[in-house]
Nanobody, 115 residues
């Protein structure tokens, strides 16, 4: 069964950048659609970005132009590059993998944007 482990979060100043990683176990990573979600304090979980197994991407309006999702199927890893970070980007970021009726979530990584 697939397992997802996020990393790369931390404390960054407004305007800074972070690159999050999500490493997937197993040999079927390349067939999954991958997404990044986030949940800020007192807020509901929301979609940040998604990338299909064919590399098609979509982004939430709140991060469009500041965010890039990518994947390296040879490493079973999906990335989220966050630039020009704002305080409202502060959240726990979660990785999700889905294929057909299979769905997996990572444990999350904290991103804090503060001066």
């Amino acid at each position: 069964q697939a397992q997802l482990v996020e990393s790369g979060g931390g404390l960054v100043q407004p305007g800074g950048s972070l690159r999050l990683s999500c490493a997937a176990s197993g040999s079927i990573f390349s067939s999954y659609t991958m997404g990044w979600y986030r949940q800020g304090p007192g807020k509901q979980r929301e979609l940040v970005a998604v990338i299909t197994r064919g590399g098609i991407t979509n982004y939430a309006d709140s991060v469009k132009g500041r965010c890039t999702i990518s994947r390296d199927n040879s490493k079973n890893t999906v990335y989220l590059q966050l630039n020009s970070l704002k305080a409202e980007d502060t959240a726990v970021y979660y990785c999700k993998a889905v294929r057909g009726n299979s769905l997996y979530w990572g444990q999350g990584t904290q991103v804090t944007v503060s001066s």
